[in-house]
């Protein structure tokens, strides 16, 4: 049973007929109430809060939510935007640098490791032959 298609007796409109008998209006659904992020906020704000950037999320999370239940879906819409591009950037900053500080150390190290290689030779250099003894 196909569901997708309109339900009614309306018939599709022939050549002959110059008018359909009747008008099938076909519901999109409701809009879907702009997001406010919260949940993300708060786990931003408790956990990956750097730069306070989990906590501009927090508070436009909440002036979103505030605005969606006052009925102003436009402004809702505003502050979850915000609240989710300051969501993405806590998030990417959080996760980012610690990877970054990691790469570091993982470099350092092997630089560090090349270095010591090349000293080590430094002491293996025979400088006199009374040295084997």
Same mark, same amino acid.
């Given at each position: ?21 009747? *008008? ?17 906020? *708060? ?48 998030? *990417? ?12 150390? *993982? ?27």
């Amino acid at each position: 049973m196909d569901t997708s298609y309109p339900r009614g007796e309306h018939l599709p409109m022939t050549a002959r007929d110059s008018e359909p008998s009747s *008008v099938t209006v076909i519901p999109m659904g409701a809009s879907r109430p702009p997001r406010d992020h919260l949940v993300w906020s *708060v786990f931003n704000t408790l956990y990956l809060n750097l730069c306070c950037l989990g906590f501009l999320a927090l508070a436009y999370s909440i002036k979103a939510r505030d605005q969606k239940v006052a009925g102003d879906l436009e402004a809702a819409q505003r502050f979850g935007s915000k609240a989710k591009c300051y969501n993405i950037l806590a998030t *990417v900053w959080t996760l980012l640098l610690p990877l970054l500080l990691l790469a570091l150390v *993982v470099t350092g190290a092997l630089h560090l490791s090349r270095l010591a290689q090349g000293s080590m030779s430094y002491f293996s250099v025979k400088f006199n032959e009374v040295d084997d003894d």
